[in-house]
């Protein structure tokens, strides 16, 4: 238990750079988020050629699989979004209301009573968030697109708790995830090209490094990690241990993007709020681990 904990947190530094990446990538969030699934799905299927993992036969297991990707899909597409609407500090915090949202659905969904303290520990996340949010105003759409893909984010976990402690390999789940999303936005493209026209389709040699980079480390190496970690850990948890990630994005993002020169003290604040709830989390944690 304590090494799929270690992985947890391996996986949240990993995370912290996938703010970073959005924001370096010039493509659109529809066509970062296409490409990232793209490469992901090639570099998957080397790894369990490499790793000579049979493949699922099964064509209903597939659809199953591949159908989750479809929320791990529209998560990235809104998360890029919110990032390009406004800013990466924005963007990763917004990704903080999953552990609520999760909070939320996942009784809903299991048909379970609520569980008390996952619902205060998610208060004082939305405290340190709305907290974080008087540092700027100015990004309300950024902010709603943020809120949307932490919506998404929470019910991508939830059923991929469920995928996790069946009998499937953490990198075949992946894997179908991968391809079920890149076909399912890949159908969708041409009609939101149509709609949504833009010059710039093909990636260029820095943009296609940035998402070699994101694809292997941020996607690959993270989501197989994450789906690994949910056989031992809740769904609750590993959500609220990742409101991590925005700290080590804001701090990339101070250092490299100048975000924080207007920043107030309500934002210090804010932030240790959140790191005060995954704190507070990880002792529940130890304790009935205990």
């Not at 949240?12 to 750079?17: D, R, Y």
């Not at 790894?47 to 529209?74: F, H």
């Not at 915090?93 to 809903?108: D, E, G, H, M, R």
């Amino acid at each position: 238990m304590k090494k799929s904990y270690w992985l947890l947190h391996f996986a949240v530094i990993l995370a912290g750079f996938t703010g970073v990446f959005g924001k370096l990538i010039s493509l659109n969030e529809v066509l970062l988020t296409w490409y990232r699934l793209f490469f992901s799905a090639i570099f998957l299927f080397i790894l369990l050629k490499i790793l000579k993992v049979e493949k699922l036969k099964n064509s209903k297991e597939k659809l199953s699989i591949a159908k989750v990707g479809l929320l791990i899909t529209a998560h990235w597409i809104f998360f890029y979004a919110s990032i390009k609407y406004s800013t990466i500090s924005i963007g990763v915090i917004c990704y903080c209301l999953t552990s609520f949202f999760t909070a939320l659905f996942k009784p809903l969904i299991n048909k379970k009573p609520f569980v008390v303290s996952e619902m205060i520990l998610s208060g004082i996340t939305l405290i340190g968030i709305s907290l974080i949010f008087h540092f700027d105003t100015s990004y309300q759409l950024g902010i709603a697109f943020g809120v949307i893909s932490s919506a998404i984010g929470a019910l991508y976990t939830i059923y991929n708790e469920r995928l996790a402690k069946s009998n499937y390999d953490s990198k075949i789940i992946n894997y179908y995830q991968m391809i079920g999303g890149t076909i399912g936005l890949g159908v969708l493209l041409p009609i939101y090209l149509f709609v949504f026209p833009t010059s710039y389709i093909i990636p260029n040699v820095e943009d296609i490094i940035y998402l070699i980079l994101l694809s292997i480390f941020c996607t690959v190496g993270l989501y197989v990690a994450v789906t690994e970690v949910l056989s031992k850990i809740s769904a609750f948890t590993v959500n609220l241990s990742f409101n991590l990630e925005p700290i080590y994005s804001i701090i990339i993002a101070f250092l490299f993007f100048n975000e924080g020169k207007n920043v107030l003290p309500s934002f210090y604040v804010g932030v240790c709020c959140v790191i005060l709830s995954v704190v507070l989390q990880s002792l529940f944690f130890v304790k009935r681990s205990k």
